[in-house]
Every structure is written in C-alpha cells, then in structure tokens.
C-alpha cells in the first residue's frame, strides 16, 4: 500500500488541523493505520492508531481527548482531526501501516507516507 500524507500547517495554540493520509494500491481496511510525529531533535513517536476489523482506536496519553484518529473507506483516507493545538505539537506528521495490532514502536509498521510538517505557534 502507498501512503500519503497532506494537511499540515502553521497554526496558532489552540486551534485545530485535520491531517489526511490517501491510500493507495490497497484498501486500508486490511491494515492497522496510524499517525507517528518527529519533532525537532527528537525521535519519532507514536501518536494514534486505528483498527478497522475491530472497530478500536488508541492514543498516547498526550494526545487523548485533544486527537481523533478517523477513515473514510470510499475514500480510503485516514484522518487525524487535532484540536487544542499545543507548541509541543509542532512536528512533522507520518502516516503508517501495520498488519499488527497494538504495536506502537515504529518497526512494527511496514509502509510510510512521506511526512506533512505542523507547526504551532504560542
């Protein structure tokens, strides 16, 4: 499956960014699809991922009630809807794919999209 990813931006703190991840060659209902950042100096980390068969959703702690992770099947589109956007959110922005779920480090996922930088201004 191809990945990519759109969306990114400068945004002020507080306000919100909705990034999409296109699919391509298959549906990415046959994958666990996730959100990873890099910020500046720092290793990549997970941010969200989704589960279609299971319906299931998980976040890093930093994220939760502020992200959500969300698809369109007849658009085979992923979407991470940022709201209550923090300076320590600015990052690039990397959409993935699994077969496995549950797994956050970045190994575990064999397809990339190639990332969308966000910025968020104090």
């Known amino acids: 499956v191809q990945l990519q990813a759109s969306g990114g931006g400068l945004v002020q703190a507080g306000g919100s960014l909705r990034l999409s991840c296109a699919a391509s060659?298959?549906?990415?209902?046959?994958?666990?699809m996730a959100w990873f950042r890099q910020a500046p100096g720092k290793e990549r980390e997970f941010v969200a991922s989704?589960?279609?068969?299971?319906?299931?959703?998980y976040y890093v702690d930093s994220v939760k009630g502020r992200f959500t992770i969300s698809g369109d099947i007849a658009k085979n589109t992923v979407y991470l809807q940022m709201n209550s956007l923090k300076p320590e959110d600015t990052a690039v922005y990397y959409c993935a794919a699994s077969n496995v779920w549950g797994k956050v480090a970045e190994q575990e996922y064999d397809h990339w999209g190639q990332g969308t930088l966000v910025t968020v201004s104090s």
């Open positions: 989704i589960n279609w068969r299971g319906g299931w959703t």
């Open positions: 060659g298959r549906t990415f209902v046959n994958y666990v």
